[in-house]
């Protein structure tokens, strides 16, 4: 079974700007959570989408937002970039709802803000 | 809120050295609690995990016990491998599912 990818592995953008980031679940996981990892604040979770419905969101400003379509592919978007907002975001998926259960993470997207 | 509180690294260890990695947690109820483990060049991945306490969760020799009564849940191993050489993440999750909170994990390096 093909693990969680994430698309593209790196992308550099500018202050202002606004970025879109995709997650594809391993097949038959219905549940993505998004966490930006930074060496400042490590490991952050930011929100948690199962059957294309925000079931739970972490302590992220309202420029972080995602959504999730109905083969369970979830997009995160960032607007007006700041430059703390370069980070590791990991994608994650998982069997149901909740994070109290086993979660399988992808290999992340760089972002560098300039 | 809730939160995890992971020993500072790095940790340096001789081959068949044991192995302790503290981590204690501040819930409200009963929180699940994980270790997750990032080798080199890998993405994250479950280690092991326990969901109430006095369970103790266990995987490639890793141990590790919920204790409620000292809100920890240290990561242990009898004999570790240059192959252990990862980084290491105590989580919990909040005790309704919908939080999740990453300590700031713990760089092992396991010398031969």
């Known amino acids: 079974k093909a693990g969680v990818t994430q698309t593209p592995r790196y992308l550099i953008k500018t202050r202002g700007q606004q970025v879109t980031l995709s997650c594809s679940p391993i097949?038959?996981?219905?549940?993505v959570s998004w966490y930006q990892q930074t060496p400042g604040q490590g490991l952050q979770f930011l929100f948690e989408?199962?059957?294309?419905?925000?079931?739970n969101k972490g302590n992220f400003p309202g420029r972080f937002s995602g959504r999730q379509f109905s083969n369970s592919r979830s997009e995160m978007n960032v607007s007006t970039l700041e430059l703390g907002d370069s980070a590791l975001y990991l994608c994650?998926?998982?069997?149901?709802?909740?994070?109290?259960?086993?979660?399988?993470f992808g290999p992340g997207t760089r972002l560098t803000v300039l | 809120g809730d939160s995890v509180t992971q020993m500072e690294g790095p940790v340096t260890l001789s081959e068949e050295a044991f192995l302790t990695i503290n981590c204690t947690y501040t819930a409200t109820g009963y929180p699940s609690l994980f270790w997750y483990v990032q080798y080199p060049g890998e993405g994250l991945q479950l280690l092991l995990k326990a969901t109430k306490a006095d369970d103790k969760g266990s995987n490639k020799g890793f141990e590790a016990t919920y204790r409620k009564e000292t809100t920890s849940f240290h990561l242990e191993k009898g004999s570790v491998q240059v192959s252990d050489s990862a980084v290491y993440f105590c989580?919990?999750?909040?005790?309704?599912?919908?939080?999740?909170?990453f300590g700031t994990g713990t760089s092992l390096t396991v010398i031969p």
């Open positions: 994650a998926s998982s069997t149901n709802t909740g994070l109290n259960g086993e979660q399988f």
């Open positions: 989580a919990l999750s909040d005790r309704n599912g919908n939080q999740f909170y």
């Open positions: 097949s038959g996981h219905r549940s």
């Open positions: 989408y199962f059957s294309e419905t925000q079931r």
